[in-house]
């Protein structure tokens, strides 16, 4: 199969019928073997029944439906477990992503080679509650996880090859973080497309300040996962024995004066306390980076996720 074209959806009862088709003549007048994973996280309109209409009309469309609310990461971690296409191409479900990029993106994953293409919206129609964060949130990225040559990590528009969504794992909100993840899973040959971007005509965006806090927060997750999540020891075991040495130096200090000077009182100095603390505080460090060493990627349940129904699948 040439592509799966996986789309998490929340309350989309009226974009879907549009997508839908478009999509399908997009795949026909380039006679691409496809699939359409919708993936309903928890609608509480019609989606769900919309893509079941649609599924026995068109045996390539396909669903999975969660019984509640699950979010976009878990969503798309479901369409790439169930995918079999040999290139992977996500987009979101409110038109304002163009499935007429698909032949070029496809032509850049198999002709071109790269593991990862991401769209681009150079120019777009969202309101400024959501395109100052993303823009925050795009140059802090950039400089933390050193992927320069991307302006819009967060695009639902990307292609992959299949061998990428297989091998890496999206949970809690970390799909604004695609490219890190792939990037730290060895996947380095990442590209960017400007892409068109529609303005949306049905429903409202899902977009939420509190995704502006929970958007940093995930950076420096996987960042530090990124990083360390393998050898959680080199970072906290490097700051345990730093801290216990400097409070070592200050008590080796504090010993001295004593003995060759004959300073009293030297648990009266605050400096005392100091070395106290640093020898506690470098000791405990350096037992989380054992501990973390042990348990270091062993959520064994961090993407099991209750699904009420599976069609084509």
């Not at 789309?7 to 478009?22: G, R, T």
């Not at 079941?52 to 439906?65: A, F, P, V």
């Not at 079999?84 to 070029?104: C, F, H, Y």
């Not at 400096?271 to 062993?298: C, D, K, M, P, S």
Request: proline share 3%; glycine share 8%; with cysteine.
């Amino acid at each position: 199969m040439n592509i799966s074209v996986v789309i998490p959806l929340l309350n989309e009862e009226e974009s879907l019928p549009e997508l839908f088709s478009w999509i399908e003549k997009v795949m026909t007048a380039n006679n691409f073997s496809y699939e359409v994973i919708a993936v309903d996280d928890g609608s509480r309109d019609n989606s769900w029944k919309v893509i079941k209409e649609y599924s026995q009309k068109n045996q390539h469309i396909k669903g999975i439906q969660f019984q509640r609310n699950y979010g976009k990461s878990a969503a798309l971690q479901v369409g790439f477990e169930a995918s079999k296409g040999d290139v992977v191409i996500t987009m979101d479900a409110d038109l304002q992503d163009s499935p007429d990029e698909i032949p070029d993106l496809y032509k850049m994953i198999t002709v071109d080679g790269y593991h990862l293409v991401s769209g681009w919206k150079k120019k777009r129609y969202d309101p400024v509650t959501k395109t100052v964060p993303t823009k925050l949130f795009n140059a802090a990225t950039r400089y933390v996880s050193g992927i320069n040559n991307l302006h819009d990590f967060n695009c639902g528009l990307k292609a992959y090859q299949s061998k990428v969504v297989k091998s890496i794992e999206v949970y809690g909100e970390m799909h604004r973080y695609i490219p890190v993840i792939a990037k730290w899973a060895g996947f380095d040959k990442i590209a960017e497309k400007p892409v068109q971007h529609q303005e949306r005509k049905y429903g409202t965006t899902k977009f939420g300040v509190e995704r502006f806090v929970n958007g940093f927060l995930d950076l420096m997750s996987i960042t530090f996962v990124g990083r360390y999540g393998k050898r959680p020891m080199h970072i906290f075991g490097t700051l345990g024995v730093l801290s216990f040495f400097f409070g070592i130096l200050i008590l080796i200090y504090l010993t001295i004066t004593k003995t060759f000077f004959g300073i009293v009182g030297m648990t009266n100095r605050p400096i005392f306390y100091l070395g106290i603390l640093t020898i506690i505080v470098g000791t405990q460090l350096f037992v989380a980076g054992f501990l973390g060493e042990l348990i270091a990627r062993n959520g064994a349940d961090r993407n099991q996720y209750s699904i009420g129904e599976k069609i084509n699948l």
